[in-house]
């Protein structure tokens, strides 16, 4: 057997008490850690992904009065999901896209039972590892140990795990109790969410484990290396989701009619002219959101259906 890439601590049982009741005493109220549908928690997952909190809390509660569970999305028409997605900007209109396409497969190809286990869930149009494994800790209590960026910093700060994604998930694994990924996923997040942050509070945040913190100990804060994502003012991210949000207030418009819509300083033939804008609707139609008809000479472009 392998050496272990981090130096577990000795009472590991003491360290596991510690972050759980530090987490059931006082935690950050989310709607969706308040339930155990795993529906509403894929939407929250999905919903979550490189977008703030805050944001998500108001549009989580929307969409699933909205949508109530699997079966109500799959019979809508994807390009109402993909409006409320960009409306809400919610990021990237793909994720509206899977999740659509996940609730039919929910409701076609599992008879509307929501697989349980991180590997059935990864079935699911557009769910990766890390989401399935939430969905199966916080839905079913069956997941394996979460590791995101939060979870990161606070195994690299209080264990001197090595920056390695294998080292990262083995630790993980090891220090989380046995049949406990629902609250133990919960708890190691919340205190990378709101005491081991990028500027830590450990002592105002009352850390749990500022006994057996390297980091706290030595006064090294550094953390792991994350990847920075591009700005998105300015970027082709951010007209693409104007693309969508405008065709969701029309059955279908031309370029030179859309083009205006989506930049002010739309020029036919400019710089950011009909064949900026033809490629933008055409990634978005290679992605499914949107489809492009030439008509009497025109491109007319509408949300899918």
């Given at each position: 057997m392998s050496e272990?890439?981090?130096?577990?601590?000795?009472?590991?049982?003491?360290?596991?008490?510690?972050?759980?009741?530090?987490?059931?005493?006082?935690?950050?109220s989310f709607p969706w850690r308040e339930t155990t549908d795993p529906y509403e928690i894929l939407v929250s997952e999905v919903?979550?992904?490189?977008?703030?909190?805050?944001?998500?809390?108001?549009?989580?509660?929307e969409f699933v009065e909205r949508w109530p569970d699997a079966a109500t999305l799959a019979a809508v028409d994807r390009a109402e999901v993909v409006s409320f997605w960009s409306d809400h900007s919610l990021g990237y209109?793909?994720?509206?896209?899977?999740?659509?396409?996940?609730?039919?497969?929910?409701?076609?190809?599992?008879?509307?039972?929501?697989?349980?286990?991180?590997d059935e869930l990864q079935e699911l149009q557009g769910v990766g590892p890390y989401t399935a494994n939430a969905v199966a800790s916080f839905a079913f209590n069956e997941?394996?140990?979460?590791?995101?960026?939060?979870?990161?910093?606070?195994?690299?700060?209080?264990?001197?795990?090595?920056?390695?994604?294998?080292?990262?998930?083995?630790?993980?694994?090891?220090?989380?109790?046995?049949g406990e990924s629902r609250v133990w996923n919960n708890a190691i997040m919340e205190l990378g969410g709101v005491a081991c942050t990028k500027t830590p509070s450990c002592d105002e945040a009352e850390c749990p484990w500022r006994t057996w913190c390297d980091a706290y100990a030595?006064?090294?804060?550094?953390a792991p290396d994350v990847p920075t994502q591009s700005p998105f003012e300015g970027s082709r991210r951010q007209f693409r989701g104007r693309v969508v949000r405008v065709l969701g207030e029309y059955?279908?418009?031309?370029?030179d009619d859309l083009g205006p819509r989506v930049r002010v300083d739309y020029t036919p033939d400019g710089e950011h002219g009909r064949e900026w804008l033809r490629g933008l609707v055409s990634d978005l139609?290679?992605?499914?959101?949107?489809?492009?008809?030439?008509?009497?000479?025109?491109?007319?472009?509408?949300l899918s259906r």
């Open positions: 272990s890439a981090f130096s577990s601590p000795d009472d590991r049982a003491a360290v596991r008490r510690a972050l759980v009741e530090w987490y059931e005493d006082d935690h950050r919903m979550s992904q490189q977008t703030q909190l805050d944001r998500v809390v108001d549009a989580f509660a209109n793909n994720r509206a896209r899977y999740l659509h396409e996940a609730a039919g497969q929910i409701t076609s190809e599992f008879d509307g039972e929501f697989p349980e286990t991180p997941g394996n140990a979460v590791v995101d960026t939060n979870v990161k910093r606070v195994l690299y700060r209080a264990f001197d795990v090595p920056d390695d994604d294998a080292a990262f998930e083995e630790a993980a694994e090891e220090m989380m109790p046995t030595t006064g090294d804060f550094s059955d279908e418009l031309v370029l139609d290679d992605d499914g959101l949107v489809a492009v008809e030439e008509r009497d000479n025109d491109t007319v472009v509408r």
